[in-house]
């Protein structure tokens, strides 16, 4: 499938260059298109990745979580519901996502902390955290296996990552409604709504371009995880991808 020349990066740079420029431009509305583009079930997906951290980690009292690619922090705000007594660190590139989130943040009286940083060089030292979430940012990285190795060094030995992000359904009906709603439906939908359609019509261009399920589990192997896993939800439009240190 042919895809947008706008979104053929001719470097690394040049790709989060545009990414921060973008996710800056799109922050006021990100929260609101989230949740209306997904028709709410990006709740239950928050939630269920979280659960598989928690189930995972095992009894660890005051665990400490770093929410990569953190955004405007609802998966850092969900860890924080299910974890409370856990230190969360949320990291982003982009500086308005970031600002948004310390709103949310005082709003809500949470005890987060949140930085400006790059997955691809984590200014953390090894072995930090006990967990490591990312929601719906893989996508966007430049490079997986640095940034999957960035992850693995800042991880506890034993601790444990944890990966959503938009998967592409394999089953009829999914798969072709899925394919008419991410080319079709969003694209359309974000051109009538927002200022910013670019952004929406990046998404299916980024999500064509993403490894599969097993590809994804493979080179997490390849990094260094171990007890690799994923599961699908809501027909396989999603998938969470988990490991071990």
């Known amino acids: 499938m042919q895809t947008d020349p706008a979104f053929t990066f001719e470097s690394r740079e040049e790709k989060k260059t545009y990414v921060k420029r973008m996710f800056g431009e799109i922050a006021g509305r990100y929260d609101f298109f989230n949740h209306f583009l997904s028709m709410g079930f990006d709740y239950q997906w928050r939630r269920r990745a979280i659960e598989i951290v928690k189930n995972r980690m095992g009894e660890v009292v005051m665990p400490n979580i770093l929410d990569v690619a953190c955004g405007t922090g609802d998966l850092a705000f969900e860890a924080l519901h299910q974890m409370p007594r856990a230190e969360i660190t949320g990291l982003d590139l982009t500086r308005p996502m970031l600002d948004l989130f310390e709103k949310k943040i005082a709003m809500q009286h949470a005890t987060i902390t949140v930085m400006e940083g790059d997955v691809e060089a984590l200014p953390f030292a090894d072995n930090k955290f006990h967990g490591v979430t990312i929601g719906f940012g893989t996508r966007n990285f430049t490079n997986l296996s640095i940034a999957f190795s960035e992850i693995y060094r800042v991880l506890q030995p034993g601790g444990v990552f944890v990966n959503l992000e938009l ?14 709603y991410f080319n079709g439906v969003l694209p359309m939908t974000a051109t ?21 399920l097993e590809a994804l589990q493979q080179l997490m192997k390849e990094c260094g995880f171990r007890e690799v896993r994923f599961e699908t939800l ?12």
């Open 192 to 212: 009538l709504m927002s200022r910013h359609d670019s952004a929406y019509k990046y998404l299916p261009d980024s999500l064509r371009r993403f490894p599969d």
């Open 234 to 245: 809501t027909g396989g439009i999603v998938a969470i991808h988990s490991a071990v240190k």
């Open 167 to 180: 998967a592409k359904p394999r089953k009829f009906p999914m798969k072709q409604l899925y394919a008419f």
